[in-house]
């Protein structure tokens, strides 16, 4: 099955820095990525998703990057802002019976110190 | 749009009862939904899929005599919880997909039930 890999498990920046998150996967048929924001106690967010034919997608501050060929992804975050503070979770979405259905990353604690 | 729902937000039970946990579409037809586990400071591990009408689909090692799992319409999806025990205790998040929506393949998320059993 496919397995998803994400670094770093925890990442602190100063607010107004840049922050970058890194996965890789493992199934090639993966054919669609997204990110999620969760803070404590709450739900998983969709802050952004890229198809595996697109090599890069960007929302304001927001952008993620596919290499398919390396297989890995990852997201930038611009500018960054405390309220940008939560756990990050990549994901990779790949076929199973007649459902797609989504493997995790292990998540990343981003801490936006202001 | 795209939003779910998820009750109850939390609920302590006594070891040995059973716990039913709703996951709801609000605003459109879920034709799959997903239940996951989440443990404290740990990621989402899915437990199973359903498609409304049909039985679910359970990951390796997730017991489904123990968690039942009915889909019985578009909007509805039911995690029962079976003689729960204290390894039980979890976030128990639903998820919900539609081909109908922009992308087939995401998910959106409930705000998840927090179970402890004592």
């Known amino acids: 099955g496919e397995n998803v890999e994400q670094h770093p498990s925890t990442l602190s920046v100063q607010e107004g820095d840049s922050a970058v998150i890194k996965c890789t996967y493992s199934?090639?048929?993966?054919?669609?990525f997204p990110w999620y924001k969760q803070e404590l106690g709450k739900r998983p967010q969709l802050i952004i998703d890229?198809?595996?034919?697109?090599g890069e997608k960007k929302d304001q501050r927001i952008a993620v990057t596919l290499n398919k060929t390396a297989k890995h992804f990852s997201l930038h975050i611009t500018e960054t802002q405390p309220e940008d503070s939560a756990v990050y979770f990549c994901?990779?979405?790949?076929?199973?019976?007649?459902?797609?259905?989504?493997?995790f990353g292990k998540g990343t604690l981003l801490t936006v110190n202001p | 749009g795209a939003v779910v729902s998820q009750h109850p937000s939390r609920v302590i039970c006594k070891s040995g009862t059973s716990v039913k946990i709703e996951c709801r579409s609000l605003?459109?037809?879920?034709?799959?939904m997903f239940w996951y586990r989440q443990f404290p400071k740990q990621s989402l591990m899915l437990m199973a899929t359903?498609?409304?009408?049909?039985?679910?689909?359970?990951e390796q090692g997730v017991e489904k005599d123990k968690f039942l799992i009915n889909h019985a319409s578009l909007t509805l999806s039911t995690l029962t919880v079976t003689s729960a025990h204290p390894e039980d205790s979890s976030f128990y998040i639903c998820?919900?997909?539609?081909?109908?929506?922009?992308?087939?393949?995401?998910?959106?998320f409930g705000p998840g039930t927090r179970l402890l059993v004592l």
């Open positions: 994901a990779a979405s790949t076929r199973g019976g007649s459902n797609y259905k989504l493997t």
């Open positions: 605003d459109f037809q879920a034709t799959t």
């Open positions: 199934d090639s048929a993966s054919n669609y």
């Open positions: 359903s498609n409304e009408g049909s039985k679910a689909t359970y």
């Open positions: 998820s919900a997909s539609s081909p109908l929506l922009a992308v087939g393949q995401t998910q959106y």
């Open positions: 890229i198809r595996s034919n697109v």
